[in-house]
């Protein structure tokens, strides 16, 4: 059973995160379809109803407390729609890509983009290296988490973004010096300060503009 509103007002507290009921209501269909939906497909390992609303909603959304998001979003390997779908709760004016290879994983998508009301989100099959040959300098945000190989993925999601987007990775700190030493580091992109993620003690994200 999902949370109901209270526990999710609870869960989202060390987040600085207020939502109103109708955002709240998306989260709570969301995650009960996700838990039926996990019953069946491999969508997320995390089972419980309550580590959900912190570790996929909560830590998403966090992403909206430092950085202004707008125009388009590119969200890579969506999965179960962590982060960038999540990023519409309290941004639907975003205009969305999300890019998921299994077809499963593609119908669940659409399922909570149905159930939700979702508008403006498109679902698309193809992978970051395949799509980005086409749509060169289209978007002003790129999203990505846990995703298995950032370093041979990143450069293509920079490909993607416009010369003021900002690309945004879901890390943890080992994520982040692999990414590092593997990339040379990291040279086409300017860096912020990793945004730590409340109540974890790794895990951060990483946001920079392209350069050149």
């Known amino acids: ?34 838990i039926r939906w996990n019953a069946r497909i491999n969508l997320t390992a995390i089972r ?21 998001l707008r125009g388009r979003l590119l969200d890579v390997g969506s999965g179960a ?5 999540a990023l519409k709760i309290t941004n639907p004016d975003l205009r969305v890509v999300l890019l998921e290879p299994v077809g499963k994983k593609r119908a ?43 370093h041979a993925t990143w450069p293509a999601m920079v490909r993607c973004l416009r010369p003021d987007g900002e690309l945004c990775l879901w890390l943890t700190r080992s994520d982040a010096r692999s990414l590092w030493q593997q990339s040379g580091g990291l ?5 912020s300060a990793p945004i730590p993620v409340p109540l974890s003690r790794d ?6 503009k392209p350069i050149g």
């Open 1 to 34: 059973m999902p949370p109901d509103a209270d526990q999710v007002r609870r869960l989202l507290t060390p987040f600085h995160i207020e939502l109103n009921i109708e955002q709240i209501r998306k989260i709570s269909t969301w995650t009960d379809l996700l």
């Open 203 to 208: 895990r951060e994200i990483w946001c920079g």
């Open 187 to 191: 040279s086409l992109v300017r860096w």
């Open 81 to 85: 729609g962590f982060p960038g779908l």
């Open 108 to 150: 669940f998508l659409k399922e909570v983009i149905r159930e939700c009301g979702f508008e403006s989100v498109e679902v698309r099959a193809e992978r970051i290296q395949e799509y980005s040959g086409s749509h060169f300098g289209e978007f002003d945000l790129v999203s990505a988490r846990a995703l298995g190989s950032f």
């Open 48 to 68: 419980k109803p309550e580590e959900i609303v912190v570790r996929h909603f909560a830590e998403s959304l966090y992403l909206s407390k430092t950085l202004e």
